[in-house]
């Protein structure tokens, strides 16, 4: 490695935005130098854990079908926001999205049809053949080949960043801090999930009960180093994307099969034995993301779904086995849970459910009456042992907050001048688009837009 500054361009991060940054960095002939915090088997950060991409298509292609126009992409963005979006960041994410899949294919990415059980995603969503991790494979290949430099177990702990010019990075490598100076920097280092110590800031003690679903090596360390230097901050804080994940995954990186999809379909309760939220509001795919965040506010964290065997096999089946019993009583003591509780709140639920056609593909009819809360679809009695239950713990996909950046992915200093040669991608400016909520498959887009952009960018700043 050259400490001095023989590279154009520094790309800190090794997950999809960094590759899509730095070989569009090096396509555009600039000398590219790649600065990976994980040890070469962990690289890819959360990105290794993905298994689509959203883009919009006016027709069918290969493994997409049907359309999905702009328009309907963009309502869909503005639903989930909230309108809360930078609107020119959002409308290039979107009409990027288009040409995505050919780039992709062109440096080493494969499609396949979307999984069976995702089929709702085939329209709107091209799956990786053999997921993130092979996608990234291809990237660092595709990387290799073009000549760029990549260093593995080497953490920027600090960045010289004066008067919104960026001088050089302090990496730390085989124990010793060395600087390294560049032309441009491309920050590309995720969100700061992996950081405990900046989660219980914002959410206290309960954040010790979250579970990671991603890398440990997203620690916010390249965030905080920005906004040190003056970045403009955006997205609140306590925004993330967190789902329910099975209770007896691990701290870290237990990726998408610790995932538990059953909530629909039966009841969930808290710690206490009951129920705090409308299981049925509306498909599973849509709603899923809420859950996380609903554990996160109840007490201790922690929650259970329950459902009955006649569910069983109605959803893709979890990495850990339910936790079974032939009576009520015997599944209250299993979860040491209050016997009486939890029976009452299942015989005033089953009492609650009013009839009709089940049917787990549309919004059916099968809702709850005079029930708080109510479940408005998919509410059958619980009443067909054995009974069946996931612990349900909090699982944060990733954080929000980021910096702020312009269509050329330049990051914007606090007087909202753009830095000079700081160029950031991915999870780390992905606020600036998702001021709240979530649309699944772009967290990948807005890295390769913004990744393609940023590399190109942070390469033009040098070359021209
Ligand atoms: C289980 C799971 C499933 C997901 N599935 C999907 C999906 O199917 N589709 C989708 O669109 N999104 C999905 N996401 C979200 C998706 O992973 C992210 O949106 C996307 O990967 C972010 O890419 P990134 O390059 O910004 O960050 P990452 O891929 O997290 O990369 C950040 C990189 O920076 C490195 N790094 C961090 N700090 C430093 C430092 N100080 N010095 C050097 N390197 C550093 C890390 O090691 C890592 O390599 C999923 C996430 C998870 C956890």
């Known amino acids: 490695m050259k400490t001095d500054s023989q590279y154009d361009v520094l790309v800190v991060g090794g997950g999809n935005a960094a590759l899509c940054a730095a070989i569009s960095a090096r396509t555009a002939g600039a000398r590219v130098l790649v600065f990976e915090v994980a040890p070469r088997a962990f690289r890819g950060g959360n990105s290794r854990h993905t ?29 989930v926001t909230g309108g809360d979006t930078n609107e020119t960041l959002a409308r290039i994410t979107l009409e990027e999205s288009a040409n995505c899949r050919e780039w992709m294919m062109r440096h080493g990415v494969r499609f396949q049809p979307a999984l069976g059980g995702t089929l709702h995603l085939s329209r709107t969503n091209a799956f990786f053949l053999g997921g993130g991790k ?13 000549g760029v430099e990549i260093e593995y177990d080497a953490e920027v702990q600090a960045l010289d960043i004066r008067e919104g010019r960026f001088h050089s990075a302090t990496v730390r490598r085989n124990g010793e801090c060395m600087e390294v100076s560049a032309a ?37 360390t390249i965030l905080r180093a920005l906004q040190g230097r003056g970045a403009e901050t955006v997205g609140d804080p306590a925004q993330c994307h967190a789902i329910a994940v099975d209770a007896r995954a691990p ?18 309760v808290n710690r206490e034995g009951v129920r705090f939220y409308d299981e049925g509001e509306d498909f599973w795919p849509k709603r899923y993301a809420i859950w996380g965040r609903l554990i996160a506010s109840q007490p201790g964290q922690i929650a259970y779904s329950i459902i009955d065997s006649k569910s069983m096999g109605l959803f893709l089946p979890p990495l850990y086995p339910p936790i079974e019993a032939g009576s009520l009583a015997e599944l209250a003591r299993e979860l040491s849970l209050d016997e009486a509780t939890l029976e009452r709140t299942i015989v005033e639920f089953n ?23 109510a479940k408005s679809h998919w509410a059958r009695p619980l009443d067909r042992p054995p009974f069946l ?3 349900l713990r909090p699982g944060i996909t ?3 907050m980021g910096v702020a950046v312009n269509e050329r992915a330049q990051v914007l200093m606090e007087n909202k001048e753009p830095a000079d040669n700081v160029f950031a991608a991915g999870e780390i400016m992905a606020g600036n688009i998702l001021g709240k909520g979530y649309l699944a498959g772009i967290g990948m887009t807005i890295g390769t837009v913004f990744g393609r952009i940023a590399g190109r960018e942070a390469a033009c700043r040098v070359l021209s």
Do not use: K
């Open 51 to 79: 298994r689509n991409l959203r883009c919009m298509h006016e027709r069918p292609e290969d493994v997409l079908t049907g359309a999905y126009p702009f328009t309907e992409y963009w309502d869909d963005l503005i639903q």
């Open 134 to 146: 092979a996608l990234l494979n291809a990237y660092y290949r595709t990387a290799e080949t073009l």
């Open 184 to 220: 441009s920097l491309v920050a590309a280092a995720g969100g700061f999930q992996g950081n405990l110590d900046w989660l219980r800031e914002i959410w206290g003690e309960a954040a010790d009960n979250f579970i990671i679903r991603g890398t440990p090596y997203d620690t916010g």
């Open 251 to 268: 701290r870290f990186d237990g990726g998408i099969v610790t995932r538990v999809d059953s909530v629909s379909l039966g009841i969930v």
């Open 351 to 373: 009492a609650a459910v009013r009839g009709g056609a089940f049917d787990h593909t549309v919004l059916d009819e099968c809702g709850t009456e005079g029930l708080r809360p």
């Open 389 to 391: 239950a996931y612990p």
């Open 398 to 400: 990733f954080t929000y």
